[in-house]
């Protein structure tokens, strides 16, 4: 069965410095993808960056990137030069093939708090 | 602009009582979806509509209830059948799907916060 393994329900990072939130998967599906997602205290879901399973290379956006390690089911979000604006939720998800490409999954999520 | 709108924020409700909670978007996106959201939880998906007039039961579909009449609408009721029904509702909607679609990312609502007394 698919599963979403985030284990830091919180971290600490110091403004202007890097942080990386973990994400583990599990899947049996070749095909997939991964996402990554920022919940402010707002509540609305905000989408930060995609990695396809068959995607050579690491996905980047911005101060976004993903570390993408398949032997390992690994795809953890590096945010770099960290803001204050940043202070938000972040889940991992994914989605695969073998269930028509529509239904995602989502970890439990990371709370990132970052300090002046 | 376009996005997806969620009505009301919040919502108070006496046990017992069907509940319907609206969600539209002017994005032409094809597929919509609701998840329900729990204190120090992920997301867990509820309902999802690949297309008009049709929809599909996600993980926790027992206790609600939706339909897909307009491109622009997948409103929810959480019926009094729903044992835990207090709850954050996010509607959320993609371009697509299917396996040539895994990229498509969601775009979500402000979300409902539904609390049942």
């Known amino acids: 069965a698919q599963k979403i393994t985030q284990t830091q329900p919180g971290m600490f990072v110091q403004e202007k410095e890097a942080v990386t939130l973990d994400c583990t998967y599990d899947?049996?599906?070749?095909?997939?993808?991964l996402f990554w997602y920022k919940q402010p205290s707002s509540g609305e879901m905000i989408f930060l960056i995609y990695?396809?399973?068959?995607?050579?290379q690491n996905a980047t956006e911005g101060r976004y990137s993903l570390n993408f390690q398949k032997a390992r089911k690994s795809a953890n979000l590096v945010i770099s030069a960290s803001q204050l604006g940043d202070s938000a939720m972040y889940f991992c998800a994914m989605r695969e093939v073998n269930t028509g490409g529509f239904k995602t999954i989502f970890g439990a999520g990371t709370r990132l708090f970052v300090k002046a | 602009d376009g996005g997806i709108t969620q009505s009301p924020k919040y919502l108070f409700r006496k046990e017992g009582q069907n509940v319907t909670l609206s969600c539209e978007q002017n994005l032409n996106h094809d597929a919509m979806y609701w998840y329900r959201q729990d204190p120090g939880q992920g997301l867990r998906l509820i309902y999802y509509s690949q297309i008009v007039n049709d929809f599909q039961k996600g993980d926790i579909a027992e206790g609600y209830s939706v339909s897909r009449e307009k491109k622009e609408s997948f409103p929810l009721t959480v019926t009094s059948a729903q044992k835990n029904p207090t709850a954050f509702y996010l509607c959320?909607?993609?371009?697509?799907?299917?396996?040539?679609?895994?990229?498509?990312?969601?775009?979500f609502g402000p979300g409902t916060r539904l609390t049942v007394t």
């Open positions: 899947t049996s599906d070749p095909s997939y993808g």
């Open positions: 959320a909607s993609s371009i697509g799907g299917s396996a040539q679609g895994l990229s498509y990312e969601q775009y």
């Open positions: 990695q396809g399973s068959y995607d050579q």
